[in-house]
């Protein structure tokens, strides 16, 4: 069974920082744990993810200023995000794609205000 749960969001001043975490549960390797976000009247998009070896990916929006990192002992994924922007405000969702199937957190709430 496969859970993604995430926390941290909430509301930040534009150029603040915020930290979500994801706690992934389930017969998976959380390497395949990656990050989206949604914002109002937009399609769901990719943030981060990470790649092959110790490589990541980041969507050109967040290059430089957002982090995906992991903790394989306590099954945890996080996303470091600074020098936040308000076209940063969106729902953001942990994602896992396990055998092929989609697997989404309830999503946490980022708000951003300038």
């Known amino acids: 069974q496969v859970q993604l749960v995430e926390s ?5 001043q534009a ?12 017969r998976f390797s959380i390497n395949a744990v990656d990050w989206y976000r949604q914002a ?9 993810s ?7 990916y980041y969507a050109d929006s967040v ?9 394989n002992v306590k099954n945890m994924v996080y996303l470091q995000m600074n020098t936040l922007k308000p076209e940063d ?10 055998w092929g199937r989609d697997y989404w957190g309830q999503g946490t ?5 300038s």
Not at 109 to 113: G, H, K, L, N, Y
């Open 63 to 71: 290059k430089g200023r957002f982090t995906i990192s992991r903790d």
């Open 15 to 26: 150029g603040g920082s915020r930290r979500l975490s994801c706690a992934a549960s389930g």
């Open 89 to 98: 405000t969106a729902v953001y969702y942990c994602h896992l794609k396990f």
């Open 109 to 113: 709430q980022v708000t951003v205000s």
């Open 8 to 12: 941290g969001g909430g509301l930040v």
């Open 50 to 56: 990470f790649t092959r070896g110790d490589s990541t």
């Open 40 to 48: 109002p009247g937009k399609q769901r998009e990719s943030v981060a």
